[in-house]
């Protein structure tokens, strides 16, 4: 049971986009449509952003949005807000378990 | 408002056992699978282990397997993780979790606890 690959942090300023990518194998990312973004300030607990590769929650800012090609997901936030800075993490089913990325820090300059 | 509250953390010395609950409220809790997640001190997050709605299926992670035990009863909407053998590698905040749609698995965590922290050391 390997983490999912992310990158360790990622940058942007704002108004412009940025993606995460989460890579994982054919037995967790690209075998299932159940990936999964989590948001994270410091202190708080995680916020749900996207699911099932790219369905948004209801209340999440259609900014958000998630996508998949085989053993890659990515998330991508247009027109950043200074309060997108945050921890971001990837999560995708793995046949009857559950697997996360180790996260990336997300710097809103 | 839909809510989890988790309770049950502490201080516990390696080889202890610890009980952690969390209580549901603002939806049907026995139509939904629940899960625990970890996250130790400055790390990312670990998926613990999952139960199914009607409590009939359960997963673990490798890491606890054959220590820790998830529950659930439904008549209290109450979720349990039931914490033997700790080990210092235990040490992390403790979240309960929801699933937006699924009674078998939790597939995606919509809904959080706040944590509740447990601290193996002697």
């Known amino acids: 049971q390997s983490a999912l690959t992310q990158p360790a942090s990622v940058s942007g300023s704002p108004g412009q986009s940025i993606t995460i990518s989460c890579t994982g194998t054919?037995?967790?990312?690209?075998?299932?449509?159940?990936v999964s973004w989590y948001q994270q300030h410091p202190g708080k607990a995680p916020k749900l952003m996207i699911y099932?590769?790219?369905n948004r929650p209801s209340g999440v800012p259609d900014r958000f949005s998630g996508s998949k090609s085989g053993n890659t997901a990515s998330l991508t936030i247009s027109g950043l807000h200074t309060e997108d800075e945050a921890d971001y993490y990837c999560?995708?089913?793995?046949?009857?378990?559950?697997?996360f990325g180790g996260g990336t820090k997300l710097t809103v300059l | 408002e839909v809510q989890l509250l988790e309770s049950g953390g502490g201080l516990v010395q390696p080889g202890g056992s610890l009980r952690l609950s969390c209580a549901a409220s603002?939806?049907?809790?026995?139509?939904?699978?629940m899960s625990w997640v970890r996250q130790a001190p400055g790390k990312g997050l670990e998926w613990v282990s999952v139960?199914?709605?009607?409590?009939?299926?359960?997963y673990y992670a490798d890491s606890v397997k054959g220590r820790f035990t998830i529950s659930r009863d439904n008549s209290k909407n109450t979720l349990y993780l039931q914490m033997n053998s700790l080990r210092a590698e235990d040490t992390a905040v403790y979240y309960c979790?929801?699933?937006?749609?699924?009674?078998?698995?939790?597939?995606?965590?919509?809904?959080w606890g706040q944590g509740t922290l447990v601290t193996v050391s002697s």
């Open positions: 999560s995708s089913y793995a046949s009857s378990s559950t697997l």
């Open positions: 054919t037995s967790d990312v690209g075998g299932y449509n159940y």
């Open positions: 603002g939806f049907t809790f026995k139509n939904y699978a």
């Open positions: 979790a929801k699933d937006p749609l699924y009674s078998d698995y939790v597939y995606a965590f919509d809904i």
């Open positions: 139960i199914s709605a009607s409590g009939g299926s359960t």
């Open positions: 099932e590769v790219s």
